[in-house]
């Protein structure tokens, strides 16, 4: 199978929903065919870039909230396509580690409170690591007080707060007014992403910078290392 052959067929199992070969897919007729793991890994081995494979990856999902915006899909399927998400992240994060005398500084990850969306925070944090930052991932649904608790013990460069809800979003705002009452929100630049983020509201709540893929992600933390 060429390359590209095989990214579409990957891309086509993430919206399966489908880890790996025993996996039934959504439609039918997929049992027993290769699955995102075997895919991704068959990828790696014809020589494909991670990015690509990534990027691959950021369509696929991208595809199936369009699914679920058009009422295609429901829950379990988007559940499922996430999972399938995870499969590929695990074959492909031990390509993406670098030595610890490469790393250009250090990075809290965290899904803000009252929100576990994480295939996003995910990516980013695999093209971090790929790009030589050492990165600790505090999880989804975390609170303001761990957030703090972790920025005292870890001493990071950067913190990174991703949301996906307009709900959640607001929590990011409220990290960094807790940041400043504790008087550590100068020792720490502030990234944000996920869907409903921008610019102009990263500058609101008093953001460094705001990404809005895994790609800017990289761009922008190695721009706020350099003003360290
Ligand atoms: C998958 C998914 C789920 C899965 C999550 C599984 C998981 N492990 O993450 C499940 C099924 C659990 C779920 C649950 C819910 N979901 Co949902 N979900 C989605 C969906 C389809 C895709 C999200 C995704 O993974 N996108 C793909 C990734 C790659 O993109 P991304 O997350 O945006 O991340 C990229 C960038 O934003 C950026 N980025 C992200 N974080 C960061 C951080 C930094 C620092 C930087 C620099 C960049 C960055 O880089 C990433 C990679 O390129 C979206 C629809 C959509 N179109 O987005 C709805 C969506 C986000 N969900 C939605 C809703 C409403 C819900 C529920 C409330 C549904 C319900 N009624 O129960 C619950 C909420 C649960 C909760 N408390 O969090 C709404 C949100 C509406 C809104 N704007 O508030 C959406 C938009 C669907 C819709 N149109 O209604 N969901």
Redesign the pocket.
């Known amino acids: 199978m060429s390359n590209e052959n095989l990214l579409e067929k990957l891309k086509e199992n993430v919206l399966q929903g489908r880890m790996e070969k025993e996996d039934e897919g959504i439609e039918e007729g997929y049992l027993g065919q290769p699955g995102v793991q075997e895919l991704t890994e068959e990828t790696l081995e014809q020589g494909v870039s991670v990015k690509e494979i990534l990027q691959t990856i ?1 369509d696929g ?2 595809l ?3 699914m ?2 058009k009422g295609e899909y429901f ?1 379990p399927d ?2 499922a ?2 999972e399938a998400v995870g499969a590929a992240m695990e074959v492909l994060e031990p390509h993406m580690i670098k030595d610890k005398e490469d790393w250009k500084g250090k990075i809290l ?1 965290a899904t803000v409170e ?8 995910n ?2 944090i695999i093209m971090l690591k790929g790009s030589a930052f050492q990165v600790v991932d505090l999880g989804t649904n975390v609170s303001s007080n761990k957030i703090i608790e972790e920025i005292e013990k870890q001493k990071p460069d950067i913190v ?3 949301a ?5 979003m607001v929590e990011m705002g409220k990290n960094i007014e807790t940041m400043k009452e504790k008087g550590i929100r100068d020792g720490v630049k502030v ?6 983020t921008s610019e102009s509201f990263a500058q609101k709540i008093g953001a460094d910078a ?8 990289v761009e ?1 933390a190695n721009k706020l290392i350099s003003k360290n």
């Open positions: 950021n999902m991208v199936v909230g369009k679920f915006e829950i988007m559940l396509a996430s990850m009252g929100d576990i969306h994480d295939i996003g925070k990516l980013v990174g707060f991703s996906l809800l307009d709900t959640t990234m944000i992403g996920g869907a409903p705001h990404g809005k893929d895994a790609f800017a992600a922008v």
